[in-house]
T-cell receptor
Framework: GAGVSQSPSNKVTEKGKDVELRCDPI?????LYWYRQRLGQGLEFLIY????????KSGLPSDRFSAERTGESVSTLTIQRTQQEDSAVYLC??????????????FGPGTRLTVT | AQSVTQLGSHVSVSEGALVLLRCNYS??????LFWYVQYPNQGLQLLLK??????LVKGINGFEAEFKKSETSFHLTKPSAHMSDAAEYFC??????????????FGKGTKLSVIP
């Protein structure tokens, strides 16, 4: 079956512009996570969705970052007024449920964001 | 707070040699541990996971890892390296946040090179 997909695969934007990154999770997966991978760093958790609700936004680095999920499916991560430090690979992962006992997180290929 | 340390950002082995990638964790509760592999321009793929069952965990592609509580380690091994094993490997620990997400905390990754 189809895995997690993300679009665009690459995005180059000018400092100060807004960008939207899209994630299509595996059909039926209720849990969705966004992570950020900066050069030379591990992955950092950004936000967690269970259904369309985001009970954990603790990883969002500033109020320029926001995300939404609709139809318990597609999620969009929006970065406003982009800064050069936002340059990173943004990864989305989905999981059938919120708990880890039986289900691991399935990752998409990521969106590489470059802010010039 | 949970954390993961991967020793060695870059490891080189000869084809056919033993692969050993080191991971130590810090966790205030019994951890659930994972190894992921990332090939160039691809998302993360789960290699194996430890969820408090057997301490020796076997994964895909001939990899295995042993959970050692006394050493707070979860090192990844493979008896004989193949060229196709060249990739970046991430160790991660899962914990439940106060808001109920089972987010992953990752190490910074180890890039494995296999020399023919």
């Amino acid at each position: 079956g189809a895995g997690v997909s993300q679009s665009p695969s690459n995005k180059v934007t000018e400092k100060g512009k807004d960008v939207e990154l899209r994630c299509d999770p595996i059909s039926g997966h209720t849990a969705l996570y966004w992570y950020r991978q900066r050069l030379g760093q591990g992955l950092e958790f950004l936000i967690y969705f269970q259904g369309n609700s985001a009970p954990d936004k603790s990883g969002l680095p500033s109020d320029r970052f926001s995300a939404e999920r609709t139809g318990e499916s597609v999620s969009t991560l929006t970065i406003q007024r982009t800064q050069q430090e936002d340059s990173a690979v943004y990864l989305c992962a989905s999981s059938p449920q919120g708990n880890y006992y039986s289900y691991e997180q399935y990752f998409g290929p990521g969106t590489r964001l470059t802010v010039t | 707070a949970q954390s993961v340390t991967q020793l060695g950002s870059h490891v080189s082995v000869s084809e056919g040699a033993l692969v050993l990638l080191r991971c130590n964790y810090s966790s205030s509760v019994p951890p659930y541990l994972f190894w992921y592999v990332q090939y160039p321009n691809q998302g993360l793929q789960l290699l194996l996971k430890y969820t408090s069952a057997a301490t020796l965990v076997k994964g895909i592609n001939g990899f295995e890892a042993e959970f050692k509580k006394s050493e707070t380690s979860f090192h990844l091994t493979k008896p004989s390296a193949h060229m196709s094993d060249a990739a970046e490997y991430f160790c991660a620990v899962s914990f439940i946040s106060g808001a109920g997400s089972y987010q992953l905390t990752f190490g910074k990754g180890t890039k494995l090179s296999v020399i023919p």
